[in-house]
């Protein structure tokens, strides 16, 4: 039962009703360190859902709250609809330049990196390959 959405209700007869269920905030929950997000399994009581960089996990986090009362996050998104807090809510990534090696000339192309690369960097080894 621990994976399971609940939302609890007591202010009227009969008020578990599936209207009742969806009309209920739940939010994407993801800690920096973790490969996929997870549906909330409680209602986010604060009102706003949030996706943003951890800076120093280098990862995507997202929860419930908002991007003002989390510490050490760029690039914050809030948002107020249930499972909002998605990666299409954040600006879009920056794109680099990516050579690729096994064309001659080497030719490169656009890559759109992830969200939490900043910048991008160019390298020539000896022969002035990039």
């Excluded at 609890?8 to 008020?15: G, M, T, Y």
């Excluded at 549906?39 to 706003?48: A, H, L, P």
Aim: net charge positive; aromatic share 10%; charged share 20%.
């Amino acid at each position: 039962m621990s994976n399971i959405q609940c939302a609890q209700c007591n202010n009227s007869p009969a008020c578990n009703a599936d209207s009742f269920f969806e009309s209920q905030l739940f939010c994407l929950e993801k800690d920096g360190r973790k490969w996929k997000e997870n549906k909330g399994k409680s209602v986010c009581e604060i009102g706003f859902c949030f996706i943003a960089v951890d800076k120093n996990e280098l990862g995507l986090v997202q929860g419930c709250g908002k991007c003002s009362d989390q510490q050490n996050l760029t690039k914050c998104s809030n948002c107020s609809a249930p499972l909002c807090n998605t990666e299409t809510i954040l600006p879009p990534p920056i794109k680099c330049h990516h050579p690729n090696i096994n064309f001659q000339p080497y030719i490169k192309r656009n890559k759109t990196c992830h969200h939490v690369y900043d910048s991008c960097y160019i390298a020539w080894d000896v022969f002035w390959r990039g």
